[in-house]
């Protein structure tokens, strides 16, 4: 699932780059604020943030390189790191990975959603993702990279603090997140 939505949120120059690189990012807070820094998961967080930092550098509008299907390895790696950083309770485990990859996976199942209520095939391609959404209210490619990754960082935030215990803070986020994500399901056709 995490695979397939890495693949679908690479529509725009630099979006499937910075999201896996704000993921990484996150991981690497979390596994270094827990003591983790020499473990196999930052080790492999680490290599993957350079590599996906060092992508973005050609990725981010206008782009020289593509990702292509290596959005697929991307969001692979994704799903590897998390398998192999939570192992705690289930929920949990669950919830953290999730709670990073907000965007895309909220992208993921308002597509499959709407295609399936249309009648469609639930993969078939159409232009009615977020990005597209927000191309469509008129702002720029580099703005609406940059608005996602904007809620996206909100995303991760709301993880960090919910690993380290500081649930108020994480409460007040996950609610700033929650009012953006009820506003823009009303604003738009998602």
Known sequence: GITNAIN??????????????IFYITIAIIGFFQGRSGSLV??????????T???LLHNFHPAKIFAGDCATFMGFIIAVI??????????????????ILGIPIL???????????????PFQADKQHLHHQLLGM????????????GINILFAM?????????????QIIYAI??????????????
């Open 8 to 21: 679908l949120i690479d529509g725009l120059d630099g979006l499937s780059g910075g999201i896996c690189s």
């Open 53 to 55: 930092l060092g992508f």
């Open 177 to 190: 997140i929650f009012v953006i994500v009820v506003w823009f399901v009303f604003h738009t056709t998602i």
């Open 158 to 170: 709301a993880s960090i603090f919910y690993s380290l215990k500081n649930r108020l803070t994480g």
């Open 138 to 149: 008129n702002f720029s490619q580099v703005t609406t990279v940059l608005i996602i990754y």
């Open 42 to 51: 930052m080790i492999l967080t680490l290599i993957m943030l350079g590599s």
């Open 107 to 121: 992208d993921t199942s308002f597509a499959i959603i709407r295609r399936l209520l249309k009648g469609q095939p």
């Open 82 to 99: 998390t398998l192999l950083e939570f192992k705690g309770p289930a929920l949990i485990s669950f919830f953290i990975p999730i709670t």
